[in-house]
């Protein structure tokens, strides 16, 4: 498995969780690497994106409530989650920017109280 997310769960609105993403292989540190949401019943998107040399993007759906990190050293990929909604509800996966790996099994965040 070159990329494994973990660290969702089920979250009342306004609460916060961090998603957390190791990716094994070498490829990690050649590419922007990237957040993707997808909501039941809706296509998988990007929602954040962090550059090698640490320039994040956001999904404007996002913007303000998510922050992005990576940690080079470590092949890691991060996400914090503040101010949960009920529609962040979805399967969270990492991949790079485009994606080029598999998609794994992503990790589930349920926003609902």
């Known amino acids: 498995v070159q990329l494994q997310a973990s660290g969702g769960g089920l979250v009342q609105p306004g609460g916060s969780l961090r998603l957390s993403c190791v990716a094994s292989?070498?490829?990690?540190?050649?590419?922007?690497m990237g957040w993707y949401h997808q909501a039941p019943g809706k296509q998988r998107e990007l929602v954040a994106s962090v550059t090698v040399g640490r320039s994040a993007n956001y999904a404007d759906s996002v913007k303000g409530r998510f922050t992005v990190s990576r940690d080079n050293a470590k092949n890691t990929v991060s996400l914090q989650m503040n101010s949960l909604k009920p529609e962040d509800t979805g399967v969270y996966y990492c991949?790079?920017?485009?994606?080029?790996?598999?998609w794994g099994q992503g990790t589930q965040v349920t926003v609902s109280s």
């Open positions: 991949n790079t920017v485009p994606p080029t790996r598999g």
């Open positions: 292989g070498s490829f990690f540190s050649m590419y922007s």
